[in-house]
């Protein structure tokens, strides 16, 4: 996540805890993926967490525009 660069106007789309994101979406967007990297130790990640640890590194990289 870290090694992408993140643009104004960039879409998070976060799929369940359970299953990720449909098929769909995944065959629809190829090249836009990422993921977190995790243990072996842990199964999935809270949604929460995930969305927090992503959203934080797109508004790093973009400046923290729009925030006080």
Do not use: W
């Not at 977190?36 to 949604?47: F, I, K």
């Amino acid at each position: 996540y870290t090694d992408l660069t993140f643009q104004d106007g960039d879409f998070l789309v976060f799929g369940k805890e359970t299953k990720g994101l449909a098929p769909e979406i995944l065959a629809e967007h190829p090249d836009s993926l990422m993921r977190l990297p995790m243990t072996d130790a842990v199964r999935s990640l809270n949604l929460s967490n995930a969305a927090a640890i992503v959203l934080f590194e797109a508004l790093r990289q973009t400046g923290f525009q729009e925030l006080s």
